[in-house]
């Protein structure tokens, strides 16, 4: 694994945009594994791992998590620029020589992925969408963003650790190993010497806006290429009737569904891994 970066753009000048690469260009198109709204592109580290030999991946730090730049005006904190700043990723994953990409999301990145696959001459091959669709319950949007609003400080990485099973824990059984991997990628160094998570919480802002429920059928609708749809079974943001529904218009999504887990798979179990895996090598 490699880290690198490229820089984005917006009215407010260049961003510095982080991503992690694996593997080596080959055959089979590149993966581009897009994150969820606070997390950052190392959760993709186990199932870039396992893919490493037969893809080439690219795992980005949205703008504002992660390793990425902080933007000066929170504002621009929005789809439109995620879907800029990934556009230029896909420039960058062409170059190594295949014109399609293949595309994992999770949620936030999900969203994102909907949004490029639907586009006129998009490249996106295949689609995998994990635990997001194109209607969100408002309900679930105001949950969430109550915890993206503040921006709380820990004494040390055990205090912050114990924060992370809590707001995660739809995530799923997921191992000691993977939660302090978890910790590793989901922390910054405050001045005053504690911790804090590895995002701008000025992220959360456009959450105060927020008065409906999201609603993209339209977008989905035009989506053409084949959809893996990856639910759990206890997921408050992708409802089970809008999973069945995904599956019976527009692209006709083939749906997984893991029990025991809320919002969303990690993508850290062997048998989620082994899902996007034989997806993508159709």
């Given at each position: 694994?490699?880290?690198?970066?490229?820089?984005?753009?917006?009215?407010?000048?260049?961003?510095?945009?982080?991503?992690?690469?694996?593997?080596?260009?080959?055959?089979?198109?590149?993966?581009?594994?897009?994150?969820?709204?606070?997390?950052?592109?190392?959760?993709?580290?186990?199932?870039?791992?396992?893919?490493?030999?037969?893809?080439?991946?690219?795992?980005?730090?949205?703008?504002?998590?992660?390793?990425?730049?902080?933007?000066?005006?929170?504002?621009?904190?929005?789809?439109?620029?995620?879907?800029?700043?990934?556009?230029?990723?896909?420039?960058?994953?062409?170059?190594?020589?295949?014109?399609?990409?293949?595309?994992?999301?999770?949620?936030?990145?999900?969203?994102?992925?909907?949004?490029?696959?639907?586009?006129?001459?998009?490249?996106?091959?295949?689609?995998?969408?994990?635990?997001?669709?194109?209607?969100?319950?408002?309900?679930?949007?105001?949950?969430?963003?109550?915890?993206?609003?503040?921006?709380?400080?820990?004494?040390?990485?055990?205090a912050l650790e114990?924060?992370?099973?809590?707001?995660?824990?739809?995530?799923?059984?997921?191992?000691?190993?993977?939660?302090?991997?978890?910790?590793?990628?989901?922390?910054?160094?405050?001045?005053?010497?504690?911790?804090?998570?590895?995002?701008?919480p000025a992220i959360?802002?456009?959450?105060?806006?927020?008065?409906?429920?999201?609603?993209?059928?339209?977008?989905?609708?035009?989506?053409?290429?084949?959809?893996?749809?990856?639910?759990?079974?206890?997921?408050?943001?992708?409802?089970?009737?809008?999973?069945?529904?995904?599956?019976?218009?527009?692209?006709?999504?083939?749906?997984?569904?893991?029990?025991?887990?809320?919002?969303?798979?990690a993508l850290m179990?062997?048998?989620?891994?082994?899902?996007?895996?034989?997806?993508?090598?159709?």
């Amino acid at each position: 694994m490699q880290e690198k970066y490229f820089l984005g753009h917006s009215a407010l000048g260049f961003h510095r945009v982080t991503y992690a690469e694996w593997g080596e260009a080959g055959a089979k198109p590149p993966v581009i594994c897009v994150h969820g709204l606070t997390r950052n592109g190392r959760d993709f580290d186990v199932l870039a791992a396992a893919m490493q030999n037969e893809r080439k991946l690219f795992c980005p730090d949205i703008v504002g998590r992660g390793r990425s730049d902080w933007l000066a005006d929170p504002a621009f904190y929005n789809y439109g620029q995620y879907v800029v700043d990934m556009a230029e990723l896909i420039a960058i994953a062409q170059a190594e020589g295949s014109a399609a990409i293949d595309w994992v999301g999770t949620s936030m990145g999900g969203l994102i992925g909907m949004l490029l696959a639907a586009d006129a001459n998009t490249p996106i091959r295949r689609l995998v969408l994990n635990d997001v669709g194109p209607f969100i319950p408002l309900a679930s949007l105001q949950r969430i963003g109550a915890y993206v609003s503040g921006d709380p400080e820990f004494a040390d990485l055990k205090a912050l650790e114990a924060h992370l099973r809590t707001i995660y824990a739809p995530f799923g059984r997921l191992s000691d190993e993977n939660w302090r991997h978890l910790v590793e990628h989901s922390h910054r160094v405050l001045p005053n010497g504690k911790f804090g998570l590895a995002h701008d919480p000025a992220i959360g802002n456009a959450f105060a806006e927020v008065k409906g429920d999201v609603d993209l059928w339209a977008v989905y609708d035009r989506i053409r290429c084949p959809v893996l749809l990856l639910h759990g079974a206890k997921s408050d943001v992708l409802t089970a009737d809008v999973a069945q529904e995904m599956t019976q218009r527009g692209p006709r999504a083939k749906l997984i569904e893991f029990k025991d887990v809320g919002h969303a798979p990690a993508l850290m179990d062997k048998l989620q891994i082994a899902a996007v895996k034989d997806f993508l090598a159709r």
